[in-house]
């Protein structure tokens, strides 16, 4: 446990060594005030619009992130060399991906949290409060289950794919099932994410998620999350390093 | 852990999530025939201009997805129904309401995505309004996000606003006979009958010319059509010129024949031959 907390940690101070999630969060201020000041026709003040457009692209963001990530860890690792000393101390294969899941997680997780709060932050500031906290908080736990099945889809990818493949493949899947996810041919053997976008309803001020729906999510979110990281252990306890 | 426990557990897993998927099936509707290639290479501001018409859509339904308001108006849109209708009221005819299973797979779906449909209040009514605005942005030739934008913004009494956006229309896209008409129309109301007169005249012309982007494709655009032409019969009546009011409805009944125009037309010959 010691070994994958260790391997986590690295994988955040990644995340404040790299310039690009300061220019996202950049970006992300941008966007919000930029829309807060849209006016159309005399009118200002539009609120859903203003909620869309932050929470999309902090849901964005945060994925954009996860995925970068999560497609770098494994290939440069390996073709930095640094794979072997990792491996050589007792570390197993198994802590090995358990930690890079970890660290990549908390790093999106981290990230989509200041995005998230700086939406909120906004909406208070504009003077919004007619969405329930409950259902904005549901809105961020979705969220991080999204993050978690992502993040661990993009490990397994990255023992297949290069990272840049792995990234495009990863965020067309993420774009591709979030907006046509509803409109393709009726699918059971694949995954939907889409489930875990309640976006609209946070939008629309709809109401809350109940309990039990909340779990059942949360559930199919584990179970994704731990088929990936078992397919991704199967598949690198096999690789010859 | 042995490679048998691990592949029974990955297959445990991946069976696990099946039953999950399957009834969600029954929610999803495929969509219209629209070609996504088409769309994706046919240029991305295009793209982005007609999933803002869609937010519109999805807005003016509290939320409820495109297709899924779509498929409770037979197919239809709603804006583009009201829009057509120009009484500026919501009274656009409602589809039976799909009955939703009842299944926990079902109630799941239903609680975590927007499934009911239901209309903005006129209160909310402007938060449609920032999507005409970006999606005519993103393509300055999208006649229907003029036309939709400066509709909804003249509901809003904003009628200045109406007008100065059909304009802005007017300038990127000079030949649009939905533009010429909607123009038209805003001066009939203001009972500016010469300058009505001259913008009809226009969308008139455009319409007999039958060729893009007033090639009429569906039932909104015939609508227009039928309504520019009705517009300028009325006016030229009114006139007391009841030659070239029969010869605007003799064109528009050559172009799309029906009992009411046919009626019009022997109306005016009757009044024409002092009967």
New interface residues.
Partial sequence: MHTTLILARGVLKELIRRKDFYLIFFFLLVIICSSAS?S????TG????FK?IGISFAYIFSVVIAVTFASAQIPREIESKTIYPILAHPVSR?DFIIGKFLGVLFVAAASFTLFYAVFIGSLHVKGDLSTPPTLLMQGYL?HICLLSFFVALCLLFSLFLTTTANMGISLILYFATDW?????????????PE?FD?K??I??T?DI??AW?AS??VL?AV??T??FL??A??VFKKRNL | MTARFLITAVAFLYAATIPMNAHFQRHFVSGKSRDIVQNIFGGLRGMVADWSYMKAEEYHHRGLPFLKSTAYHQGESALMEESVDRSGKSHHAHGEEPVAPSDFFSKVYDAVKVTGDSHLTPAEEKEVLPWFYVEVRFNPHDIRGYILGAYWLKRMGKNAESLNFLKEGLKNNPESAQIFSALGDYYYQDKDSDRAIIYLERAKTLWSKDTYPNKVTDEYMKTDRFYAYDLLGDLYEKRREYRKAAQVYGELFSADPNRILLQKIMRLKGIIEGK
Avoid: C, S, V
């Avoid at chain 1, 539009?46 to 619009?49: L, T, V």
């Avoid at chain 1, 046509?180 to 939907?192: C, D, E, R």
């Fill in positions: 849209l159309f026709g005399g009118e539009f609120q859903r619009y869309e198994g979705f046509f996810g509803a409109t393709l041919p009726n699918y059971i053997y694949l995954p939907h489930l309640i609209d309803k939008i629309h709809q998620i109940p729906a059942f999510l199919y179970i994704y731990a088929l078992m397919l252990y199967m």
